[in-house]
T-cell receptor, first 111, second 114 residues
Framework: TQLLEQSPQFLSIQEGENLTVYCNSS?????LQWYRQEPGEGPVLLVT?????EVKKLKRLTFQFGDARKDSSLHITAAQPGDTGLYLC???????????FGKGTSLLVTP | EPEVTQTPSHQVTQMGQEVILRCVPI?????FYWYRQILGQKVEFLVS????????KSEIFDDQFSVERPDGSNFTLKIRSTKLEDSAMYFC????????????FGPGTRLTVT
């Protein structure tokens, strides 16, 4: 099993601040996916990164895949209370294989 | 936008009873998955299914579990004799084809075994 370590585990910031959360592994992944999960609901896909060094932007969210395809980061600019939630990274060794999930970063953005 | 649906949203059952969790994957998707998440823990893979066969399963997916695609739309997970430790959120996911990386998740079924 390819383990994914997410850090920090918890993050509490004020509205308007910037933040970065990390997803690290010693294993190589064919792709990494970032999901956001609300309590009692299913993970909602935010983005998939496939190519080493790839950067993808989704409004105020910037996702980067490490050059060696072992790690990824999520940067949020000017966080808003609506960004509050659990952010999960998940990867698979090859397309279609079972996803391994990290434990997530729980983000709280206060007004 | 097409989405994965799951029923029921919440199932309460007694230990030893059989339960069937149902999922309707996105209509043109070919690959189907079940995951579970015990309260406070990470999402764990159970099984993947393609072309009416199990393509991969985890150690969790023992003889008490089975999956089936009984018709062209439903994808089910059966637990034959539930245990207390089967209490969890169960998520179905689907993927469009072998070239895609993305898996789309349903809202989940909360299974409570008493």
């Amino acid at each position: 099993t390819q383990l994914l370590e997410q850090s920090p585990q918890f993050l509490s910031i004020q509205e308007g601040e910037n933040l970065t959360v990390y997803c690290n592994s010693s294993s190589v992944f064919s792709s990494l996916q970032w999901y956001r999960q609300e309590p009692g609901e299913g993970p909602v896909l935010l983005v998939t990164v496939v190519t080493g060094g790839e950067v993808k932007k989704l409004k105020r969210l910037t996702f980067q895949f490490g050059d060696a395809r072992k790690d990824s980061s999520l940067h949020i600019t000017a966080a808003q209370p609506g960004d509050t939630g659990l952010y999960l990274c998940a990867g698979a060794p090859n397309s279609g294989y079972a996803l391994n999930f990290g434990k997530g970063t729980s983000l709280l953005v206060t007004p | 936008e097409p989405e994965v649906t799951q029923t029921p949203s919440h199932q309460v059952t007694q230990m030893g009873q059989e339960v069937i969790l149902r999922c309707v994957p996105i209509s043109n998707h070919l690959y189907f998955y079940w995951y579970r998440q015990i309260l406070g823990q990470k999402v764990e893979f159970l099984v993947s299914f393609y072309n009416n066969e199990i393509s991969e399963k985890s150690e969790i997916f023992d003889d008490q579990f089975s999956v089936e695609r009984p018709d062209g739309s439903n994808f089910t997970l059966k637990i034959r004799s539930t245990k207390l430790e089967d209490s969890a959120m169960y998520f179905c996911a689907s993927r469009v084809d072998s070239y895609a990386h993305e898996q789309y998740f349903g809202p989940g079924t909360r299974l409570t075994v008493t």
